[in-house]
């Protein structure tokens, strides 16, 4: 029997995906594709990432915009440290680096958000050198072939999984086989329903062999989910919203925001940041939203306020926004929803 990543290879020429927008040998679109496919699957990606392109053609083109548009062309796609450190690295390559990306593995690893696999993947797509990588695709063909026991999150199962990349990783047709495992996995050895008799490994797989595929890769231990309460504020004054842009930090960092309330005193938030009660204050549904770690229970109010106040005019981190205009930067997809429903009520009441 020919070696695995012989048969891998052979598949990948007659099976493989070849039309992807950043399999172009370039390493900022290697760089921004594998940023975004944490996480995320290829075709959620595909008009993401040909949209940014559009608006950042080149690392010195996103090192010179403003986070609030990259976070823009991010929003609805999740993750959003993702977005901010790759405006970080794209400053840190044109501060040190001359504007060109680095092609030592090591100077990759150290920028923001490039973990050992990314960089992995970025050394063998970009400039065809030889290092493995080991993103959830490949730990899930690797830990079945292989049948590796435990979770990949587990330091010392992470360690067999590497060596187990690092082994069959083939010296030449570096960027193909890489490709190629992650196309495996996406495709072919799939999380539920894998097809195994259209794997070029299948007949040594040994989780095949002992009917034990569904144990493989193993899975962290299930707790349950905590559940979150807050309130958004909605205040609306002449077909304008007012919205606040969140810290840096945490949940949604850097983007444009409703305010956010722990307790009902809707009124009195109104008055000191508003200086304006309200003419009217109405409760909606509560809009729940999914985290990868907990739920949030979100109490949607609306408050119709007299006039915009002038106490927000010289905030950068505050400001009534137009409900028709674009908007001002990066928002949230629950939140967008949110916005999206009062601007559809609105235009509802004046026609």
């Given at each position: 029997m020919s070696d695995f990543p012989s048969r891998v290879l052979r598949w990948y020429q007659q099976h493989g995906r070849k039309d992807l927008p950043w399999q172009k040998r370039d390493p900022y679109c290697v760089w921004v594709s594998e940023i975004?496919?944490?996480?995320?699957?290829?075709?959620?990606?595909?008009p993401y990432f040909e949209r940014f392109m559009q608006?950042?053609?080149?690392?010195?083109?996103l090192a010179d915009a403003n986070l609030d548009?990259?976070?823009?062309?991010?929003?609805?796609?999740?993750?959003?440290?993702?977005?901010?450190?790759?405006?970080?690295?794209?400053?840190?390559?044109?501060?040190?680096?001359?504007?060109?990306?680095?092609?030592?593995?090591?100077?990759?690893?150290?920028?923001?958000g490039i973990g050992r696999s990314t960089a992995g993947a970025i050394m063998a797509l970009a400039y065809g050198k030889r290092y493995p990588i080991l993103d959830g695709n490949v730990k899930r063909v690797l830990a079945r072939h292989d049948a590796i026991s435990g979770w990949p999150g587990k330091t010392d199962v992470a360690k067999v999984l590497w060596?187990?990349?690092?082994?069959?990783?083939?010296?030449?047709?570096?960027r193909d086989f890489t490709q190629a495992m992650m196309d495996l996995g996406a495709t072919v050895c799939t999380r539920s329903r894998p097809q195994c008799d259209a794997c070029p490994v299948h007949a040594d797989c040994a989780a095949?062999?002992?009917?034990?595929?569904?144990?493989?890769?193993g899975r962290k231990a299930r707790k349950a989910k905590p559940l979150k309460q807050t309130i958004m504020v909605l205040a609306v004054s002449n077909g304008s919203i007012y919205l606040e842009r969140r810290?840096?930090?945490?949940?949604?960092?850097?983007?444009?925001?409703?305010?956010?309330?722990?307790d009902g005193q809707v009124?009195?938030?109104?008055?000191?940041?508003?200086?304006?009660?309200?003419?009217?204050?109405?409760?909606?549904?509560t809009l729940r939203h999914s985290f990868s770690h907990y739920d949030l229970d979100i109490q949607p109010v609306v408050v119709r306020i007299s006039a915009t106040s002038r106490k927000v005019a010289d905030n950068d981190d505050a400001t009534w926004h137009s409900l028709d205009a674009a908007p001002p930067g990066g928002i949230a997809a629950p939140v967008q929803k949110l916005i999206n429903t009062l601007k559809d009520e609105t235009h509802a009441q004046n026609n």
């Open positions: 975004m496919l944490q996480q995320t699957q290829v075709q959620t990606v595909i608006s950042f053609s080149s690392v010195i083109a548009a990259v976070l823009d062309h991010w929003s609805g796609l999740g993750y959003y440290a993702r977005a901010r450190n790759l405006h970080s690295t794209a400053r840190i390559v044109c501060d040190e680096h001359d504007g060109v990306f680095p092609q030592r593995f090591d100077a990759v690893a150290a920028l923001p060596q187990a990349a690092e082994e069959n990783t083939p010296q030449s047709k570096v095949r062999t002992a009917g034990t595929i569904d144990q493989y890769p810290p840096p930090a945490g949940i949604w960092g850097g983007l444009w925001s409703l305010p956010e309330l722990s009124g009195d938030w109104c008055r000191a940041t508003l200086a304006d009660a309200g003419r009217s204050i109405e409760s909606w549904s």
